[in-house]
């Protein structure tokens, strides 16, 4: 279903010229839970290729939890490397490394400005809720979310491109009262992000899906028999993220009869 590489093969060196590679890479910055401290929290850097000559390449974040900094260290991807930038939703484990990660492109790597591509009612929970009490006030004077990042409102439901990579993120249910989405680029990967119910398709080549094996925390993230009713031809195509410590070792045989296993922090998938 997806080619599995070396991070530093397709990164440093693609074992397959460029061009045979265009579309998506998905390389697991983290792969946790919000309570994970060895395979840190889930978040993603995909490198997205153009298909319309001159070749271009963009590289999105999607989430951007406090462990992104010594994870993408470790696999030696600079922090300017990243272009794009999108969060499910406002849980610190998600956004939590947003306001250094702002400070560091403003501050320290000349004020290298990614596209944040955000719904306008995101965008204004992050700020007011989440990054203005930390970010508004500077040496400069008072600064704004469109300061630190280049806003691209998007709407749920409607599609939008990176790169001729078509994107789309839908409302999910999360927390009540949270507003929290999925996001799918092209027909290739469906990311489910924080979800209490299901969120699969059939239309897509793989599903990355959170899950919990705590049957309580069924309320707020989804629990683990939920997603094994779901039809196999959905299921073979799910693998398990947003995972406690030690879940894929006490799972691993479950996870590779019902699904297909679980993802490995710093795993890279290409499509």
Not at 15 to 23: M, S
Not at 68 to 80: A, E, G, R, V
């Amino acid at each position: 279903m997806s080619e599995k590489t070396k991070l530093s093969n397709f990164i440093i060196a693609p074992e397959k010229p460029i061009e045979q590679i265009l579309g998506v890479g998905t390389m697991w910055v983290g792969c946790g839970s919000a309570f994970s401290t060895t395979t840190y929290k889930t978040a993603i850097f995909c490198p997205l290729y153009g298909s319309n000559p001159p070749i271009t390449t963009r590289n999105l974040l999607v989430e951007a939890g406090p462990d992104i900094f010594k994870s993408l260290y470790d696999t030696n991807i600079p922090l300017t490397d990243i272009t794009d930038i999108f969060v499910t939703h406002c849980h610190a484990d998600h956004v939590g490394g947003l306001e250094e990660l702002a400070f560091r492109f403003r501050y320290l790597y000349n004020g290298h400005k990614p596209v944040l591509h955000i719904t306008k009612e995101l965008a204004n929970i992050l700020w007011y809720n989440t990054l203005r009490g930390g970010m508004q006030y500077t040496a400069e004077g008072e600064l704004s979310l469109s300061d630190y990042f280049e806003i691209n409102t998007i709407e749920p439901n409607a599609p939008f491109e990176i790169a001729n990579n078509t994107l789309v993120c839908r409302v999910v249910d999360h927390v009540p009262g949270q507003l929290a989405y999925s996001l799918q680029i092209n027909n290739d990967i469906l990311y489910s992000g924080d979800t209490n119910k299901p969120v699969v398709s059939d239309d897509v080549k793989q599903i990355f899906h959170e899950v919990t094996f705590v049957k309580a925390a069924g309320t707020v993230h989804t629990y683990v028999g939920e997603l094994m009713e779901l039809p196999e031809s959905q299921r073979k195509k799910i693998k398990l993220i947003h995972y406690a410590d030690g879940n894929s070792l006490q799972y691993k045989d479950l996870a590779e009869e019902y699904f297909d296993g679980f993802v490995q922090q710093h795993e890279l998938f290409t499509y």
